[in-house]
């Protein structure tokens, strides 16, 4: 063989082993070590959230996280105007601007799909809030509009305000021939308070509906409802990964995100929108954006004189950049807003693009969490904190290990044993410590991750129904006792668990099932010794304490604790002074202090 011959040879070579090199490469691209970003921030509390991520030019790349009240209970594609009061648990009415600039970017990037929007069954307006007929509405075991319209006043946050069986309509897609109709829904002007008819298009922004089964024949759904999940999956498919639970007020949040190979080295942009409905300050509140009442024709009496008017300063963005192909781990921040979509007015063609924060709040003293202040400032100084950890930090990571003994059991507590449960489990084992534990509840079993993240993200035992925290810090061998919420009376479910380490990646699934019981009715959930001070159950101040106990005790384990006490003493007590005139005077002047507290709690 002469020596161009094995020159040729050698090249052969080279070339069929740079090819099964690069074969070997695509084969095992998942295998690879992904860069990763982490988001930390302090919301304040109900707040709605979407967070993505842009490149240098502020095109929209991804959506990293999305509250579900978004992404699962379709707050911004429903039937009902935009307008519409809000409320506890309230129905109706499309949230066009709870997420706004999100919203708009998401659909602007090439290749966005919009969704179909969702109107009333059959409505001549969408300005109806009462009560359908059983032919247009089936039971809704999420949403609610109370008989008492006290109970469905901003902060009416009660046990008692989904205690009876709502019927909601679910709504249908509108259609081509509506459009051509000119279906509309009644729009009060910014300015002038006069109303118009404003035109509904055949697509949304944002997502339907979709923590909903369609109950068949038997009840009176629209066929439409069965679509709804599919096609917020065509237009988002990634919306399972994305979904999280209302993140629980003034606590850190540490979001990951795995970073796409495909991504090139460069600058790219975190951005956070969030929003709270009724956060009122001198510029934006219920006297500058009162509850509409024209066109008069089509608004209800429920809509008129229920629920409370939501919109007070709008969402605010805040954006922090950072760098790809960094050789170490590096942080970025944020110490003020990037902006607010600075308006209400939905229907201007330009609604979503990013303004000035011109009548804002920002005043953590006087004001926290409001407006401006609604990501916490931290300690470090910044509101937003994003740490990119580069890929070769997690060359030789090691995936968590499963959790061992799950365990659920029904929840003591007979009155909340149908929403809630208890769950327990012996911590995973991980390389580097467990980074966080990832807990999901689904009515279908889980046999893979796909499954597993078709389920919902477990929510806190509280009235809230938060975001279910779950502790790291257990140590090995240990137990994890949590209570979780968001359930439904006579319901079997399955619950999955499985360990998230600093690098993103998850250990294996571990599932157990749980039945809930038959919901157990009190008349008047006690309150002992102020019903005996006040002669009544009902009493305004009762109303008060109530309230206080439902939103600020029953949402943490202390709180709980303090309830469950309460309810051995309390009767006791209670038999006291019942009889004693003199001393239900001393009780209710004992009382007052508290009834001031729980009342301002509630403002």
Not at 60 to 70: Q, R
Not at 175 to 186: C, I, L, R
Not at 323 to 341: I, K, P, R, Y
């Amino acid at each position: 063989m002469g020596p161009s011959s094995k020159a040729l040879t050698v090249v052969a070579i080279v070339c069929a082993c740079v090819a099964a090199l690069l074969r070997a490469g695509a084969a095992h691209a998942d295998d690879q070590p992904h860069a990763i970003v982490e988001l930390h921030f302090t919301p304040t509390g109900y707040a709605q959230v979407a967070l993505w991520i842009e490149d240098a030019a502020g095109n929209f790349l991804t959506t990293v996280g999305l509250t579900d009240a978004v992404a699962q209970r379709g707050i911004g594609n429903r039937p009902g105007a935009s307008q519409m009061n809000s409320g506890f648990r309230w129905p109706y009415g499309r949230r066009e601007g709870v997420l706004p600039v999100w919203a708009h970017r998401r659909a602007a990037a090439p290749g966005a799909k919009l969704f179909r929007r969702v109107i009333f069954q059959d409505r001549t307006y969408e300005g109806l809030a009462s009560r359908t007929s059983s032919a247009e509405a089936s039971r809704d075991n999420y949403f609610c509009l109370s008989f008492d319209s006290a109970r469905s006043r901003k902060d009416a946050l009660d046990a008692v305000s989904c205690a009876s069986v709502f019927t909601s309509d679910k709504g249908r897609f509108i259609t081509q021939a509506d459009v051509d109709e000119h279906y509309s829904e009644p729009y009060e002007s910014m300015d002038t308070h006069v109303g118009r008819s404003e035109p509904l298009s055949l697509t949304s922004l944002y997502p339907e509906r979709r923590d909903v089964k369609t109950c068949g024949p038997s009840c009176y759904e629209h066929a439409d409802v069965a679509s709804y999940d599919a096609d917020v999956r065509a237009v988002m498919p990634e919306i399972d990964a994305v979904s999280m639970a209302t993140p629980k007020g003034e606590k850190e949040q540490q979001i990951l995100y795995s970073v796409p190979l495909a991504w090139p080295a460069g600058d790219y942009r975190a951005c956070l929108e969030i929003n709270v409905e009724g956060d009122y300050n001198a510029s934006w509140d219920a006297t500058r954006y009162p509850t509409p009442q024209t066109p008069r024709e089509q608004w209800d009496s429920w809509a008129l004189s229920y629920g409370y008017p939501y919109r007070g300063q709008p969402s605010v963005v805040y954006c922090t950049p950072f760098s790809l192909g960094m050789a170490g781990q590096v942080e970025s921040s944020a110490d003020a807003a990037q902006g607010s979509v600075a308006s209400w007015d939905t229907a201007d063609p330009s609604y979503g693009a990013l303004g000035s924060m011109d009548g804002m709040t920002d005043d953590p003293v006087k004001a926290p969490g409001s407006g401006a202040d609604r990501l916490q400032l931290s300690e470090g100084g910044y509101r937003m904190k994003v740490i990119v950890k580069p890929a070769l930090a997690c060359m030789h990571d090691q995936a968590p290990s499963s959790v061992q003994k799950l365990e659920l059991r029904t929840f003591p507590n007979k009155l909340h044993a149908h929403e809630w449960g208890s769950l327990s489990f012996v911590p995973a084992n991980d390389d580097v410590g467990v980074f966080r534990y990832e807990v999901r509840v689904s009515t279908e079993p889980m046999v893979d991750d796909a499954t597993f993240m078709r389920g919902t993200p477990a929510k806190n035992a509280s009235i809230a129904a938060e975001e279910l925290r779950v502790p790291t810090t257990a140590p090995s061998g240990g137990h994890v006792h949590v209570d979780f919420g968001g359930l439904i009376a006579q319901t079997h479910y399955y619950i999955g668990v499985r360990a998230i380490d600093g690098c993103a990646q998850a250990g294996p699934l571990q599932v157990a099932e749980l039945t809930t019981p038959a919901r157990v009715f009190a008349t008047v959930t006690p309150c002992f010794v102020a019903t005996a001070a006040y002669g009544t159950p009902f009493a305004n101040e009762i109303s008060a304490l109530r309230r206080f106990r439902d939103r600020h005790l029953s949402s943490n384990a202390p709180g709980r604790a303090f309830v469950a006490f309460y309810g051995t003493v309390g009767p006791k007590l209670a038999a006291m002074i019942r009889g004693d005139e003199q001393l239900r005077a001393l009780a209710r002047a004992a009382l007052t202090p508290f009834v001031a507290l729980a009342r301002l709690s509630a403002d």
